[in-house]
Protein backbone atom coordinates (compact mmCIF):
# COMPACT_ATOMS: atom_id res chain seq x y z
CA UNK A 1 0.00 0.00 0.00
CA UNK A 2 1.44 3.35 -1.00
CA UNK A 3 0.78 5.64 2.01
CA UNK A 4 0.76 9.38 2.34
CA UNK A 5 0.21 11.03 5.31
CA UNK A 6 -0.54 14.69 6.16
CA UNK A 7 -2.04 16.14 9.65
CA UNK A 8 -5.54 16.72 8.89
CA UNK A 9 -5.31 20.04 10.71
CA UNK A 10 -6.77 22.52 11.46
CA UNK A 11 -3.43 24.36 11.40
CA UNK A 12 -4.12 28.05 12.85
CA UNK A 13 -1.53 30.83 11.85
CA UNK A 14 -1.82 34.54 12.74
CA UNK A 15 -1.80 36.85 9.06
CA UNK A 16 2.14 37.26 8.40
CA UNK A 17 3.31 34.89 9.80
CA UNK A 18 4.77 31.45 8.15
CA UNK A 19 2.86 28.52 7.88
CA UNK A 20 4.64 24.86 7.20
CA UNK A 21 2.47 21.77 6.38
CA UNK A 22 4.35 18.30 6.37
CA UNK A 23 4.00 15.30 4.55
CA UNK A 24 5.70 12.09 4.43
CA UNK A 25 5.21 9.02 2.12
CA UNK A 26 6.24 5.21 2.34
CA UNK A 27 7.25 4.47 -1.06
CA UNK A 28 10.88 5.28 -1.79
CA UNK A 29 10.05 5.17 -5.07
CA UNK A 30 8.10 7.65 -5.25
CA UNK A 31 9.21 9.94 -7.96
CA UNK A 32 7.29 13.18 -8.39
CA UNK A 33 5.90 15.73 -5.65
CA UNK A 34 3.05 17.74 -5.85
CA UNK A 35 1.37 20.60 -3.64
CA UNK A 36 -2.25 21.29 -4.27
CA UNK A 37 -4.68 23.80 -2.80
CA UNK A 38 -8.48 23.21 -2.56
CA UNK A 39 -11.02 25.43 -1.16
CA UNK A 40 -14.05 24.38 0.22
CA UNK A 41 -16.46 22.94 -2.87
CA UNK A 42 -13.56 23.47 -5.54
CA UNK A 43 -11.22 21.42 -7.42
CA UNK A 44 -7.49 21.59 -6.71
CA UNK A 45 -4.93 23.64 -7.64
CA UNK A 46 -1.72 23.10 -8.54
CA UNK A 47 1.06 25.20 -6.30
CA UNK A 48 4.18 23.73 -6.19
CA UNK A 49 5.78 20.41 -7.86
CA UNK A 50 9.41 19.41 -6.58
CA UNK A 51 11.33 16.70 -8.11
CA UNK A 52 14.90 16.76 -6.65
CA UNK A 53 16.03 16.92 -2.86
CA UNK A 54 16.81 20.45 -1.64
CA UNK A 55 14.02 23.60 -1.73
CA UNK A 56 11.97 25.14 -4.77
CA UNK A 57 10.84 28.22 -3.93
CA UNK A 58 8.05 30.37 -5.74
CA UNK A 59 6.93 33.64 -4.59
CA UNK A 60 5.90 33.30 -1.30
CA UNK A 61 5.56 29.30 -1.36
CA UNK A 62 8.76 27.06 -0.94
CA UNK A 63 8.56 22.84 -1.19
CA UNK A 64 11.44 21.52 0.27
CA UNK A 65 12.01 17.22 -0.70
CA UNK A 66 14.11 15.47 1.87
CA UNK A 67 14.28 11.85 -0.03
CA UNK A 68 16.24 10.13 2.38
CA UNK A 69 14.01 11.14 5.34
CA UNK A 70 10.92 10.39 2.80
CA UNK A 71 9.12 13.84 3.61
CA UNK A 72 8.07 16.84 1.68
CA UNK A 73 6.79 20.10 3.02
CA UNK A 74 5.40 23.44 1.60
CA UNK A 75 6.33 26.65 3.41
CA UNK A 76 4.31 29.72 2.93
CA UNK A 77 5.64 32.70 3.57
CA UNK A 78 3.45 35.84 4.56
CA UNK A 79 0.28 34.22 5.47
CA UNK A 80 -2.76 35.63 4.20
CA UNK A 81 -6.57 34.77 5.63
CA UNK A 82 -6.90 33.98 1.72
CA UNK A 83 -4.38 30.99 1.91
CA UNK A 84 -6.95 29.20 3.80
CA UNK A 85 -7.61 26.03 2.06
CA UNK A 86 -7.12 22.67 2.20
CA UNK A 87 -3.33 21.31 1.20
CA UNK A 88 -3.05 18.37 -0.60
CA UNK A 89 0.04 16.53 -0.91
CA UNK A 90 0.64 14.40 -3.76
CA UNK A 91 3.17 12.14 -5.24
CA UNK A 92 3.70 9.95 -8.18
CA UNK A 93 5.56 6.48 -7.93
CA UNK A 94 7.60 4.09 -9.68
CA UNK A 95 6.22 1.36 -11.70
CA UNK A 96 2.75 3.30 -11.20
CA UNK A 97 2.61 5.28 -14.51
CA UNK A 98 1.51 8.85 -13.73
CA UNK A 99 -1.25 8.50 -11.12
CA UNK A 100 -1.27 10.40 -8.08
CA UNK A 101 -1.32 9.59 -4.95
CA UNK A 102 -2.78 11.90 -2.57
CA UNK A 103 -2.88 12.45 0.92
CA UNK A 104 -5.80 13.39 2.66
CA UNK A 105 -4.99 17.39 3.15
CA UNK A 106 -3.94 19.41 6.03
CA UNK A 107 -6.74 21.97 6.76
CA UNK A 108 -5.26 25.57 7.01
CA UNK A 109 -6.59 28.82 8.96
CA UNK A 110 -5.15 31.95 8.67
CA UNK A 111 -6.14 34.02 11.42
CA UNK A 112 -6.49 37.42 11.51
CA UNK B 1 -0.97 28.64 -18.86
CA UNK B 2 -2.74 24.88 -18.41
CA UNK B 3 -6.52 25.28 -18.20
CA UNK B 4 -8.78 22.52 -18.08
CA UNK B 5 -12.65 22.76 -18.44
CA UNK B 6 -15.59 20.86 -17.46
CA UNK B 7 -19.11 20.77 -18.58
CA UNK B 8 -21.25 21.14 -17.17
CA UNK B 9 -20.34 22.26 -13.78
CA UNK B 10 -23.72 21.16 -12.06
CA UNK B 11 -26.26 18.40 -12.78
CA UNK B 12 -29.51 16.79 -11.34
CA UNK B 13 -31.14 14.32 -12.94
CA UNK B 14 -33.75 11.66 -11.77
CA UNK B 15 -32.72 7.84 -10.84
CA UNK B 16 -32.13 5.75 -13.71
CA UNK B 17 -30.87 8.18 -16.25
CA UNK B 18 -27.67 8.63 -17.85
CA UNK B 19 -25.06 12.12 -17.67
CA UNK B 20 -22.60 12.83 -19.53
CA UNK B 21 -19.62 15.08 -18.41
CA UNK B 22 -16.87 16.87 -20.80
CA UNK B 23 -13.46 17.57 -19.49
CA UNK B 24 -11.15 19.73 -21.89
CA UNK B 25 -7.76 21.06 -22.17
CA UNK B 26 -7.73 24.00 -23.43
CA UNK B 27 -4.34 25.49 -24.49
CA UNK B 28 -2.69 22.44 -24.70
CA UNK B 29 -3.31 18.59 -26.29
CA UNK B 30 -3.34 15.86 -23.33
CA UNK B 31 -2.96 12.38 -24.22
CA UNK B 32 -3.83 11.45 -20.84
CA UNK B 33 -6.56 12.20 -18.36
CA UNK B 34 -7.63 11.39 -15.62
CA UNK B 35 -10.89 10.71 -13.17
CA UNK B 36 -11.65 11.13 -9.97
CA UNK B 37 -14.51 11.70 -7.40
CA UNK B 38 -14.93 13.28 -4.21
CA UNK B 39 -16.93 13.03 -1.43
CA UNK B 40 -17.78 15.45 1.31
CA UNK B 41 -14.69 15.97 3.34
CA UNK B 42 -12.80 12.76 1.77
CA UNK B 43 -9.62 12.94 -0.54
CA UNK B 44 -9.61 12.56 -4.50
CA UNK B 45 -10.62 9.05 -5.52
CA UNK B 46 -8.81 8.08 -8.58
CA UNK B 47 -11.71 6.40 -10.74
CA UNK B 48 -10.30 5.92 -13.95
CA UNK B 49 -7.08 6.74 -16.08
CA UNK B 50 -8.24 8.12 -19.28
CA UNK B 51 -5.60 7.51 -22.67
CA UNK B 52 -6.61 9.34 -26.23
CA UNK B 53 -7.25 6.84 -28.42
CA UNK B 54 -7.26 3.69 -26.42
CA UNK B 55 -9.70 2.25 -23.66
CA UNK B 56 -9.65 3.65 -20.17
CA UNK B 57 -8.07 1.68 -17.44
CA UNK B 58 -9.87 1.37 -14.13
CA UNK B 59 -9.39 1.27 -10.56
CA UNK B 60 -10.15 -1.75 -8.54
CA UNK B 61 -13.75 -0.98 -7.56
CA UNK B 62 -14.68 1.20 -10.37
CA UNK B 63 -17.20 -0.61 -12.57
CA UNK B 64 -16.84 0.29 -16.12
CA UNK B 65 -19.69 -0.65 -17.74
CA UNK B 66 -21.42 2.45 -15.38
CA UNK B 67 -18.96 4.99 -15.60
CA UNK B 68 -17.53 4.96 -19.43
CA UNK B 69 -14.65 7.02 -20.86
CA UNK B 70 -14.59 8.37 -23.58
CA UNK B 71 -10.93 10.15 -24.90
CA UNK B 72 -11.81 10.98 -28.22
CA UNK B 73 -9.12 13.80 -29.06
CA UNK B 74 -6.12 15.24 -27.43
CA UNK B 75 -8.13 17.43 -26.25
CA UNK B 76 -11.77 15.98 -24.89
CA UNK B 77 -12.52 12.99 -22.40
CA UNK B 78 -15.44 12.76 -21.85
CA UNK B 79 -17.13 10.31 -18.35
CA UNK B 80 -20.62 9.05 -18.43
CA UNK B 81 -22.78 7.70 -15.44
CA UNK B 82 -25.01 5.39 -16.78
CA UNK B 83 -28.08 4.57 -15.02
CA UNK B 84 -27.05 6.72 -12.06
CA UNK B 85 -28.77 6.22 -8.73
CA UNK B 86 -28.18 8.33 -5.82
CA UNK B 87 -25.23 6.61 -4.23
CA UNK B 88 -23.61 8.31 -7.37
CA UNK B 89 -24.65 11.54 -6.44
CA UNK B 90 -20.76 12.78 -6.07
CA UNK B 91 -18.17 15.80 -6.90
CA UNK B 92 -16.73 14.39 -10.09
CA UNK B 93 -13.50 16.15 -11.36
CA UNK B 94 -10.91 15.60 -14.33
CA UNK B 95 -7.26 16.34 -14.77
CA UNK B 96 -4.96 16.40 -17.57
CA UNK B 97 -1.46 15.80 -17.64
CA UNK B 98 0.50 18.56 -19.76
CA UNK B 99 3.14 17.25 -21.91
CA UNK B 100 6.37 18.23 -22.42
CA UNK B 101 6.82 19.66 -18.97
CA UNK B 102 9.82 17.51 -17.92
CA UNK B 103 7.37 15.84 -15.12
CA UNK B 104 3.42 14.53 -14.40
CA UNK B 105 1.89 17.73 -13.41
CA UNK B 106 -1.79 17.38 -13.67
CA UNK B 107 -4.32 20.55 -14.04
CA UNK B 108 -7.47 19.80 -12.71
CA UNK B 109 -10.55 21.17 -14.20
CA UNK B 110 -13.47 22.93 -12.19
CA UNK B 111 -15.56 19.96 -11.15
CA UNK B 112 -18.85 18.85 -12.17
CA UNK B 113 -21.48 18.41 -9.07
CA UNK B 114 -23.74 15.66 -9.73
CA UNK B 115 -26.83 15.21 -7.90
CA UNK B 116 -29.18 11.98 -8.33
CA UNK B 117 -32.83 12.12 -7.04
Known amino acids: QKEVEQNSGPLSVPEGAIASLNCTYSDRGSQSFFWYRQYSGKSPELIMFIYSNGDKEDGRFTAQLNKASQYVSLLIRDSQPSDSATYLC???FGGGGNKLTFGTGTQLKVEL | GAVVSQHPSRVICKSGTSVKIECRSLDFQATTMFWYRQFPKKSLMLMAT?????????EQGVEKDKFLINHASLTLSTLTVTSAHPEDSSFYICSAQKPGTGGDEQYFGPGTRLTVT
Open chain 2, 50 to 58: SNEGSKATY
Open chain 1, 90 to 92: ALT
